[in-house]
């Protein structure tokens, strides 16, 4: 008989052991005009993330011109005193870098990727933008055009339309937040060039700015790059903006935008909450996740798993604004929501079983796994979240942004491991009380009105979709 040969196996790889790992600290500086630095050599990160944080909140938008912060923002990649818009965009194609940019209550954020063997160019090019942007009335134009355009689109979305109406519904109509970050058709058609231009001169300028640059810096003059680009750019000093206080209606109520035929209801259950400086945000971070952060949550596992409703259920917290804290001062404000859609016939039935879900919790708070599962996955795949510059980078410009301590992120994953359940439980509790929510419903009114109201979570509205 043939011997059957023997197989030979390579042996089993066995895990090294874990290093410790923290978000990575930053270091300070300023340059001579004023702007703030903040600089995190990642070695390996070959594409450098840049960002820079300009005080431009959108309650300092005139009266009348909400939406003129979201052109100045995108208008800053159209072209500059060197350059007409295409050739600035051929510029930064040529040095491999993208550059973004928006704007928010809290202000202005652009964002460069770039090499690190081009951070050169990158940074002048940024630097150009800022300094000296063309604002040409051609280019504002067609971001004026381009920003109606995407209004209607907007409005059709049920996600989009159920946000606006949560804003609306929840801040004073005299608050900048309770409009739509981007303007409406009313507003953004009054925009022009000499708007653009004005807004930019009263708010823009370095003393009040931060820039944020992360990524593989090794064997690069940072100081001199920086000196040579961004630190050319001039312009008057200035006090950084008061921040007004934020108010909010969380009366228990529904709100139905009513689309006829609607074979789906989108889903906005929400109120205004602690921001990150409060010290219950770690516990309301983890308690939030175990609520609906994952598809291990209660509510996605009783009303997708359990009940087939719905694709999924999140629940989040989203900072709106921060303030610097200070005795008496303003505070800022976060957005605690709970969003998701289902078929229009349970509208009702899913409502009602997500109040049990957070009356249940109330009544017994959450469980030691429940905990443990959350801990793991928001510290635990922390290092796998921070693997690109520009992530780093988004993180740090968020914390200078909200005011917040540059070693922010490293103590709160320390107080998220270090959490306990019932401290947890509380503050998800506290976060989504039954009787303080406001519930957006995009949907046929006439078939899911009558199942809503016989749950009496709240008098009950109805809308008109635009």
């Known amino acids: ?27 300070r500086g300023t340059l001579d005009n004023g702007l703030t630095t903040l600089r995190c050599h990642r070695p390996g990160q070959q594409v450098v993330a840049v960002e820079v944080l300009l005080d431009a909140p959108l309650d300092a938008e005139p009266a009348g011109l909400d939406g003129v912060a979201t052109i100045m923002a995108r208008a800053f990649s159209e072209g500059t005193d060197r350059h007409s818009a295409e050739e600035f965009a051929a510029e930064l194609e040529r040095a491999g870098a993208t550059l973004d940019s928006h704007a928010d209550h809290p202000g202005v954020r652009i964002s460069l990727e770039v090499p690190a063997s081009r951070l050169a160019k990158g940074l002048g090019l940024l630097a150009d933008a800022l300094r000296a942007p063309a604002f040409a009335e051609s280019e504002v134009e067609r971001l004026v055009r381009n920003r109606l355009d995407e209004i209607p689109h907007e409005l059709a979305n049920p996600s989009r339309r159920a946000a606006k109406e949560l804003s609306k519904e929840l801040f004073p109509a005299a608050s900048r937040m309770s409009r739509p970050r981007q303007g409406t058709e009313e507003t953004v058609e009054k925009i022009d060039a000499a708007a653009v231009r004005a807004f930019y001169d009263r708010h823009v300028r370095p003393a009040t700015a931060t820039v944020v640059v992360v990524g593989d810096l090794a064997g690069a003059d940072l100081d001199g790059l920086l000196a040579d680009t961004l630190g050319a750019w001039t312009g008057t000093p200035a006090e950084l903006r008061p921040v007004p206080p934020v ?15 609607a074979v789906q209801t989108q889903l906005l259950i929400g109120r205004v909450g602690p921001d990150r400086h409060d010290r219950v945000w770690p516990a309301q971070v983890l308690g939030t996740y175990c609520l ?172 008109t979709a635009e």
Do not use: C
């Open 292 to 463: 609906g952060g994952t598809l291990t949550s209660r509510l996605d596992r009783v009303l997708r798993e359990e009940k087939g409703y719905t694709y999924g259920v999140r629940a989040f917290g989203q900072v709106l604004r921060s303030a610097p804290p200070s005795p008496g001062g303003a505070t800022g404000a976060a957005m605690l929501a709970i969003s998701g859609s289902v078929d229009t016939p349970n509208t009702g039935p899913a409502l009602e079983d997500l109040w049990k879900v957070l009356r249940t919790l109330a009544a017994e708070g959450l469980t030691d796994a429940e905990r443990d599962v959350a801990v793991q996955n928001l510290v635990g795949v922390a290092p796998l979240k921070y693997e690109t510059a520009a992530a780093v980078a988004s993180t740090l410009a968020d914390q200078v942004e909200q005011h917040l301590p540059d070693d922010f992120q490293a103590t709160l994953y320390q107080q998220l491991a270090s959490t306990g359940t019932v401290e947890a439980g509380a503050a998800v509790v506290n976060a989504f009380p039954v009787d303080r929510l406001v519930t957006v419903l995009v949907g046929d009114a006439s078939q899911i009105k009558a199942p809503v109201e016989a749950l009496g979570i709240g008098e009950v509205t109805v809308v």
């Open 247 to 261: 108010s909010a209606d969380d009366t228990g109520r529904v709100v139905i935008v009513d689309r006829p035929g």
């Open 1 to 27: 008989m043939t011997e059957l040969a023997t197989m030979q196996f390579h042996p089993q790889p066995q895990p090294g052991e874990a290093r410790p790992w923290a978000f990575p600290a930053p270091e």
